[in-house]
């Protein structure tokens, strides 16, 4: 299968006086439409390899690979262009717009970037709605529904472009368990339904044990890169 | 063996879906008692099979989860009466001799522990001298445990594949204390489906089936010899 993200000899250095590695030589492929999550202690540099891989952040050294295109080369506005395209986000917190309606939020993506909204956009908020089980409070704005169904918000809204990767940084981390198990079902049915690539970053045991690929980062370098081949989970 | 193992497993696989405790149990020790079948081929062709064949689908957890805790606690009751059966069988290893003392456990979190207690038994049978010091355990308290038993073998049991993240701090921390005295063993679905060996963790030896465990006795009769 083909990979949609590849990361070759990939380091982080912060600080330019005082220089801190985060990330030794990472090299990670990742194939489309599969199911993954990278765990870690807090401190070990998760975040700063997911937003390497979503391009939200530069490599000090290495390359960064989305769909077979070479990102490092790119220039701000064809790199902006391929994330728009390719990547949706979702956060622990969800950063929706408080003075939009639910709606409005999933479909503000494409209104960054567009003047108008076509029909088949339309018909997709629409069914991401439904999908999320928002049907009840679209029109509400953001402030005005429960954390979970804001985080099913922040979702769909990562979905409206149809990317083919999702990139999420513990989505569930602020969701009591409940909620957290329905975030996943709907983030499974997403990958099944649309064939769209998930690496999602957790600390939560019942989410990172249902996913195909556990990577484990320890110190900025990956300490386990687990599959689970077993039929039927 | 002097049964068809498909025709029984089939059978003991009727009871296990009626949840039917008492006839799955007296199904099972009347072939223990007539010597149609031994402990292993018990738990390796009929028992173990018959809980793997419970798969829930996602999305169904809550039809399925009190199903299978029901079918696995009336195949847990099965393997703790058959432990006559046990004792009767190591009596054919006894010439063999003492292949050591093993300690077997599952890491913190790791809730599965039917099948390592079925593995306690073929350890039994092969002579070893077998302590099951239960699942859901922290490292430190493995290590305690070893400190105190000083066993020649440890056995850790893994199926829940996150769980073998900590198996690796498990290895580690034995080998710094107990290394080379204590053999580290490991066992459960979780390396079949993540397709990883006993190497990948640090570990000595993966044990996959009884064969794996009469093996590992012999070697370590050569070996103490
Ligand atoms: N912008 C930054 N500047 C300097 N250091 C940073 C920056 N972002 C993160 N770090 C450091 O990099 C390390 C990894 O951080 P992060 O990737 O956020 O870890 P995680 O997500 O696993 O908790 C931490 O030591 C953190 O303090
Ligand atoms: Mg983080």
Redesign the interface.
Known sequence: MANVISLRNVNKVYGTDIKTQVLFDINLDFEESSFNSI?GQSGSGKSTLLNIIGTLDKPTSGEVFINGTKTTQLSKDELAKVRNESIGFVFQFHYLLPEFTAYENIIMPYRIKNDTIPAEVHERAAELIHLMGLDKVKNNPATKMSGGQQQRTSIARALINNPRIILADEPTGNLDSDTTEKVY?LM?NINEKFRTMFLIITHD?RI???TDR?L?ILDGRI??D???????? | MNVDLTGVFKEFSTYLTDLDREKAASFCLNLLEQQRVTIPELYEFILAPSLNRI?????KEDELIWREHAQTNIVRGIVERAYPYVLQQRQAFKSEGFPGKIILACPE?EYHELGIRMGADFYTITQFDVTFIGSNLPKSSIVSAVKELKPDFVAISVT???R??QL?RIVESLRENFDPQVKIVVSG?AF?????NAQDFGADELINSYEDVVTLARRSHEARA
């Open positions: 765990i079902d499974r045991p990172a044990q249902k556990i484990e300490n386990l687990l599959e689970n081949k077993a039929p039927g989970k | 798969v829930v689908p996602r999305g979190e829940n594949y996150l073998l993240v690796n679905s079949n489906h993540t397709g990883s």
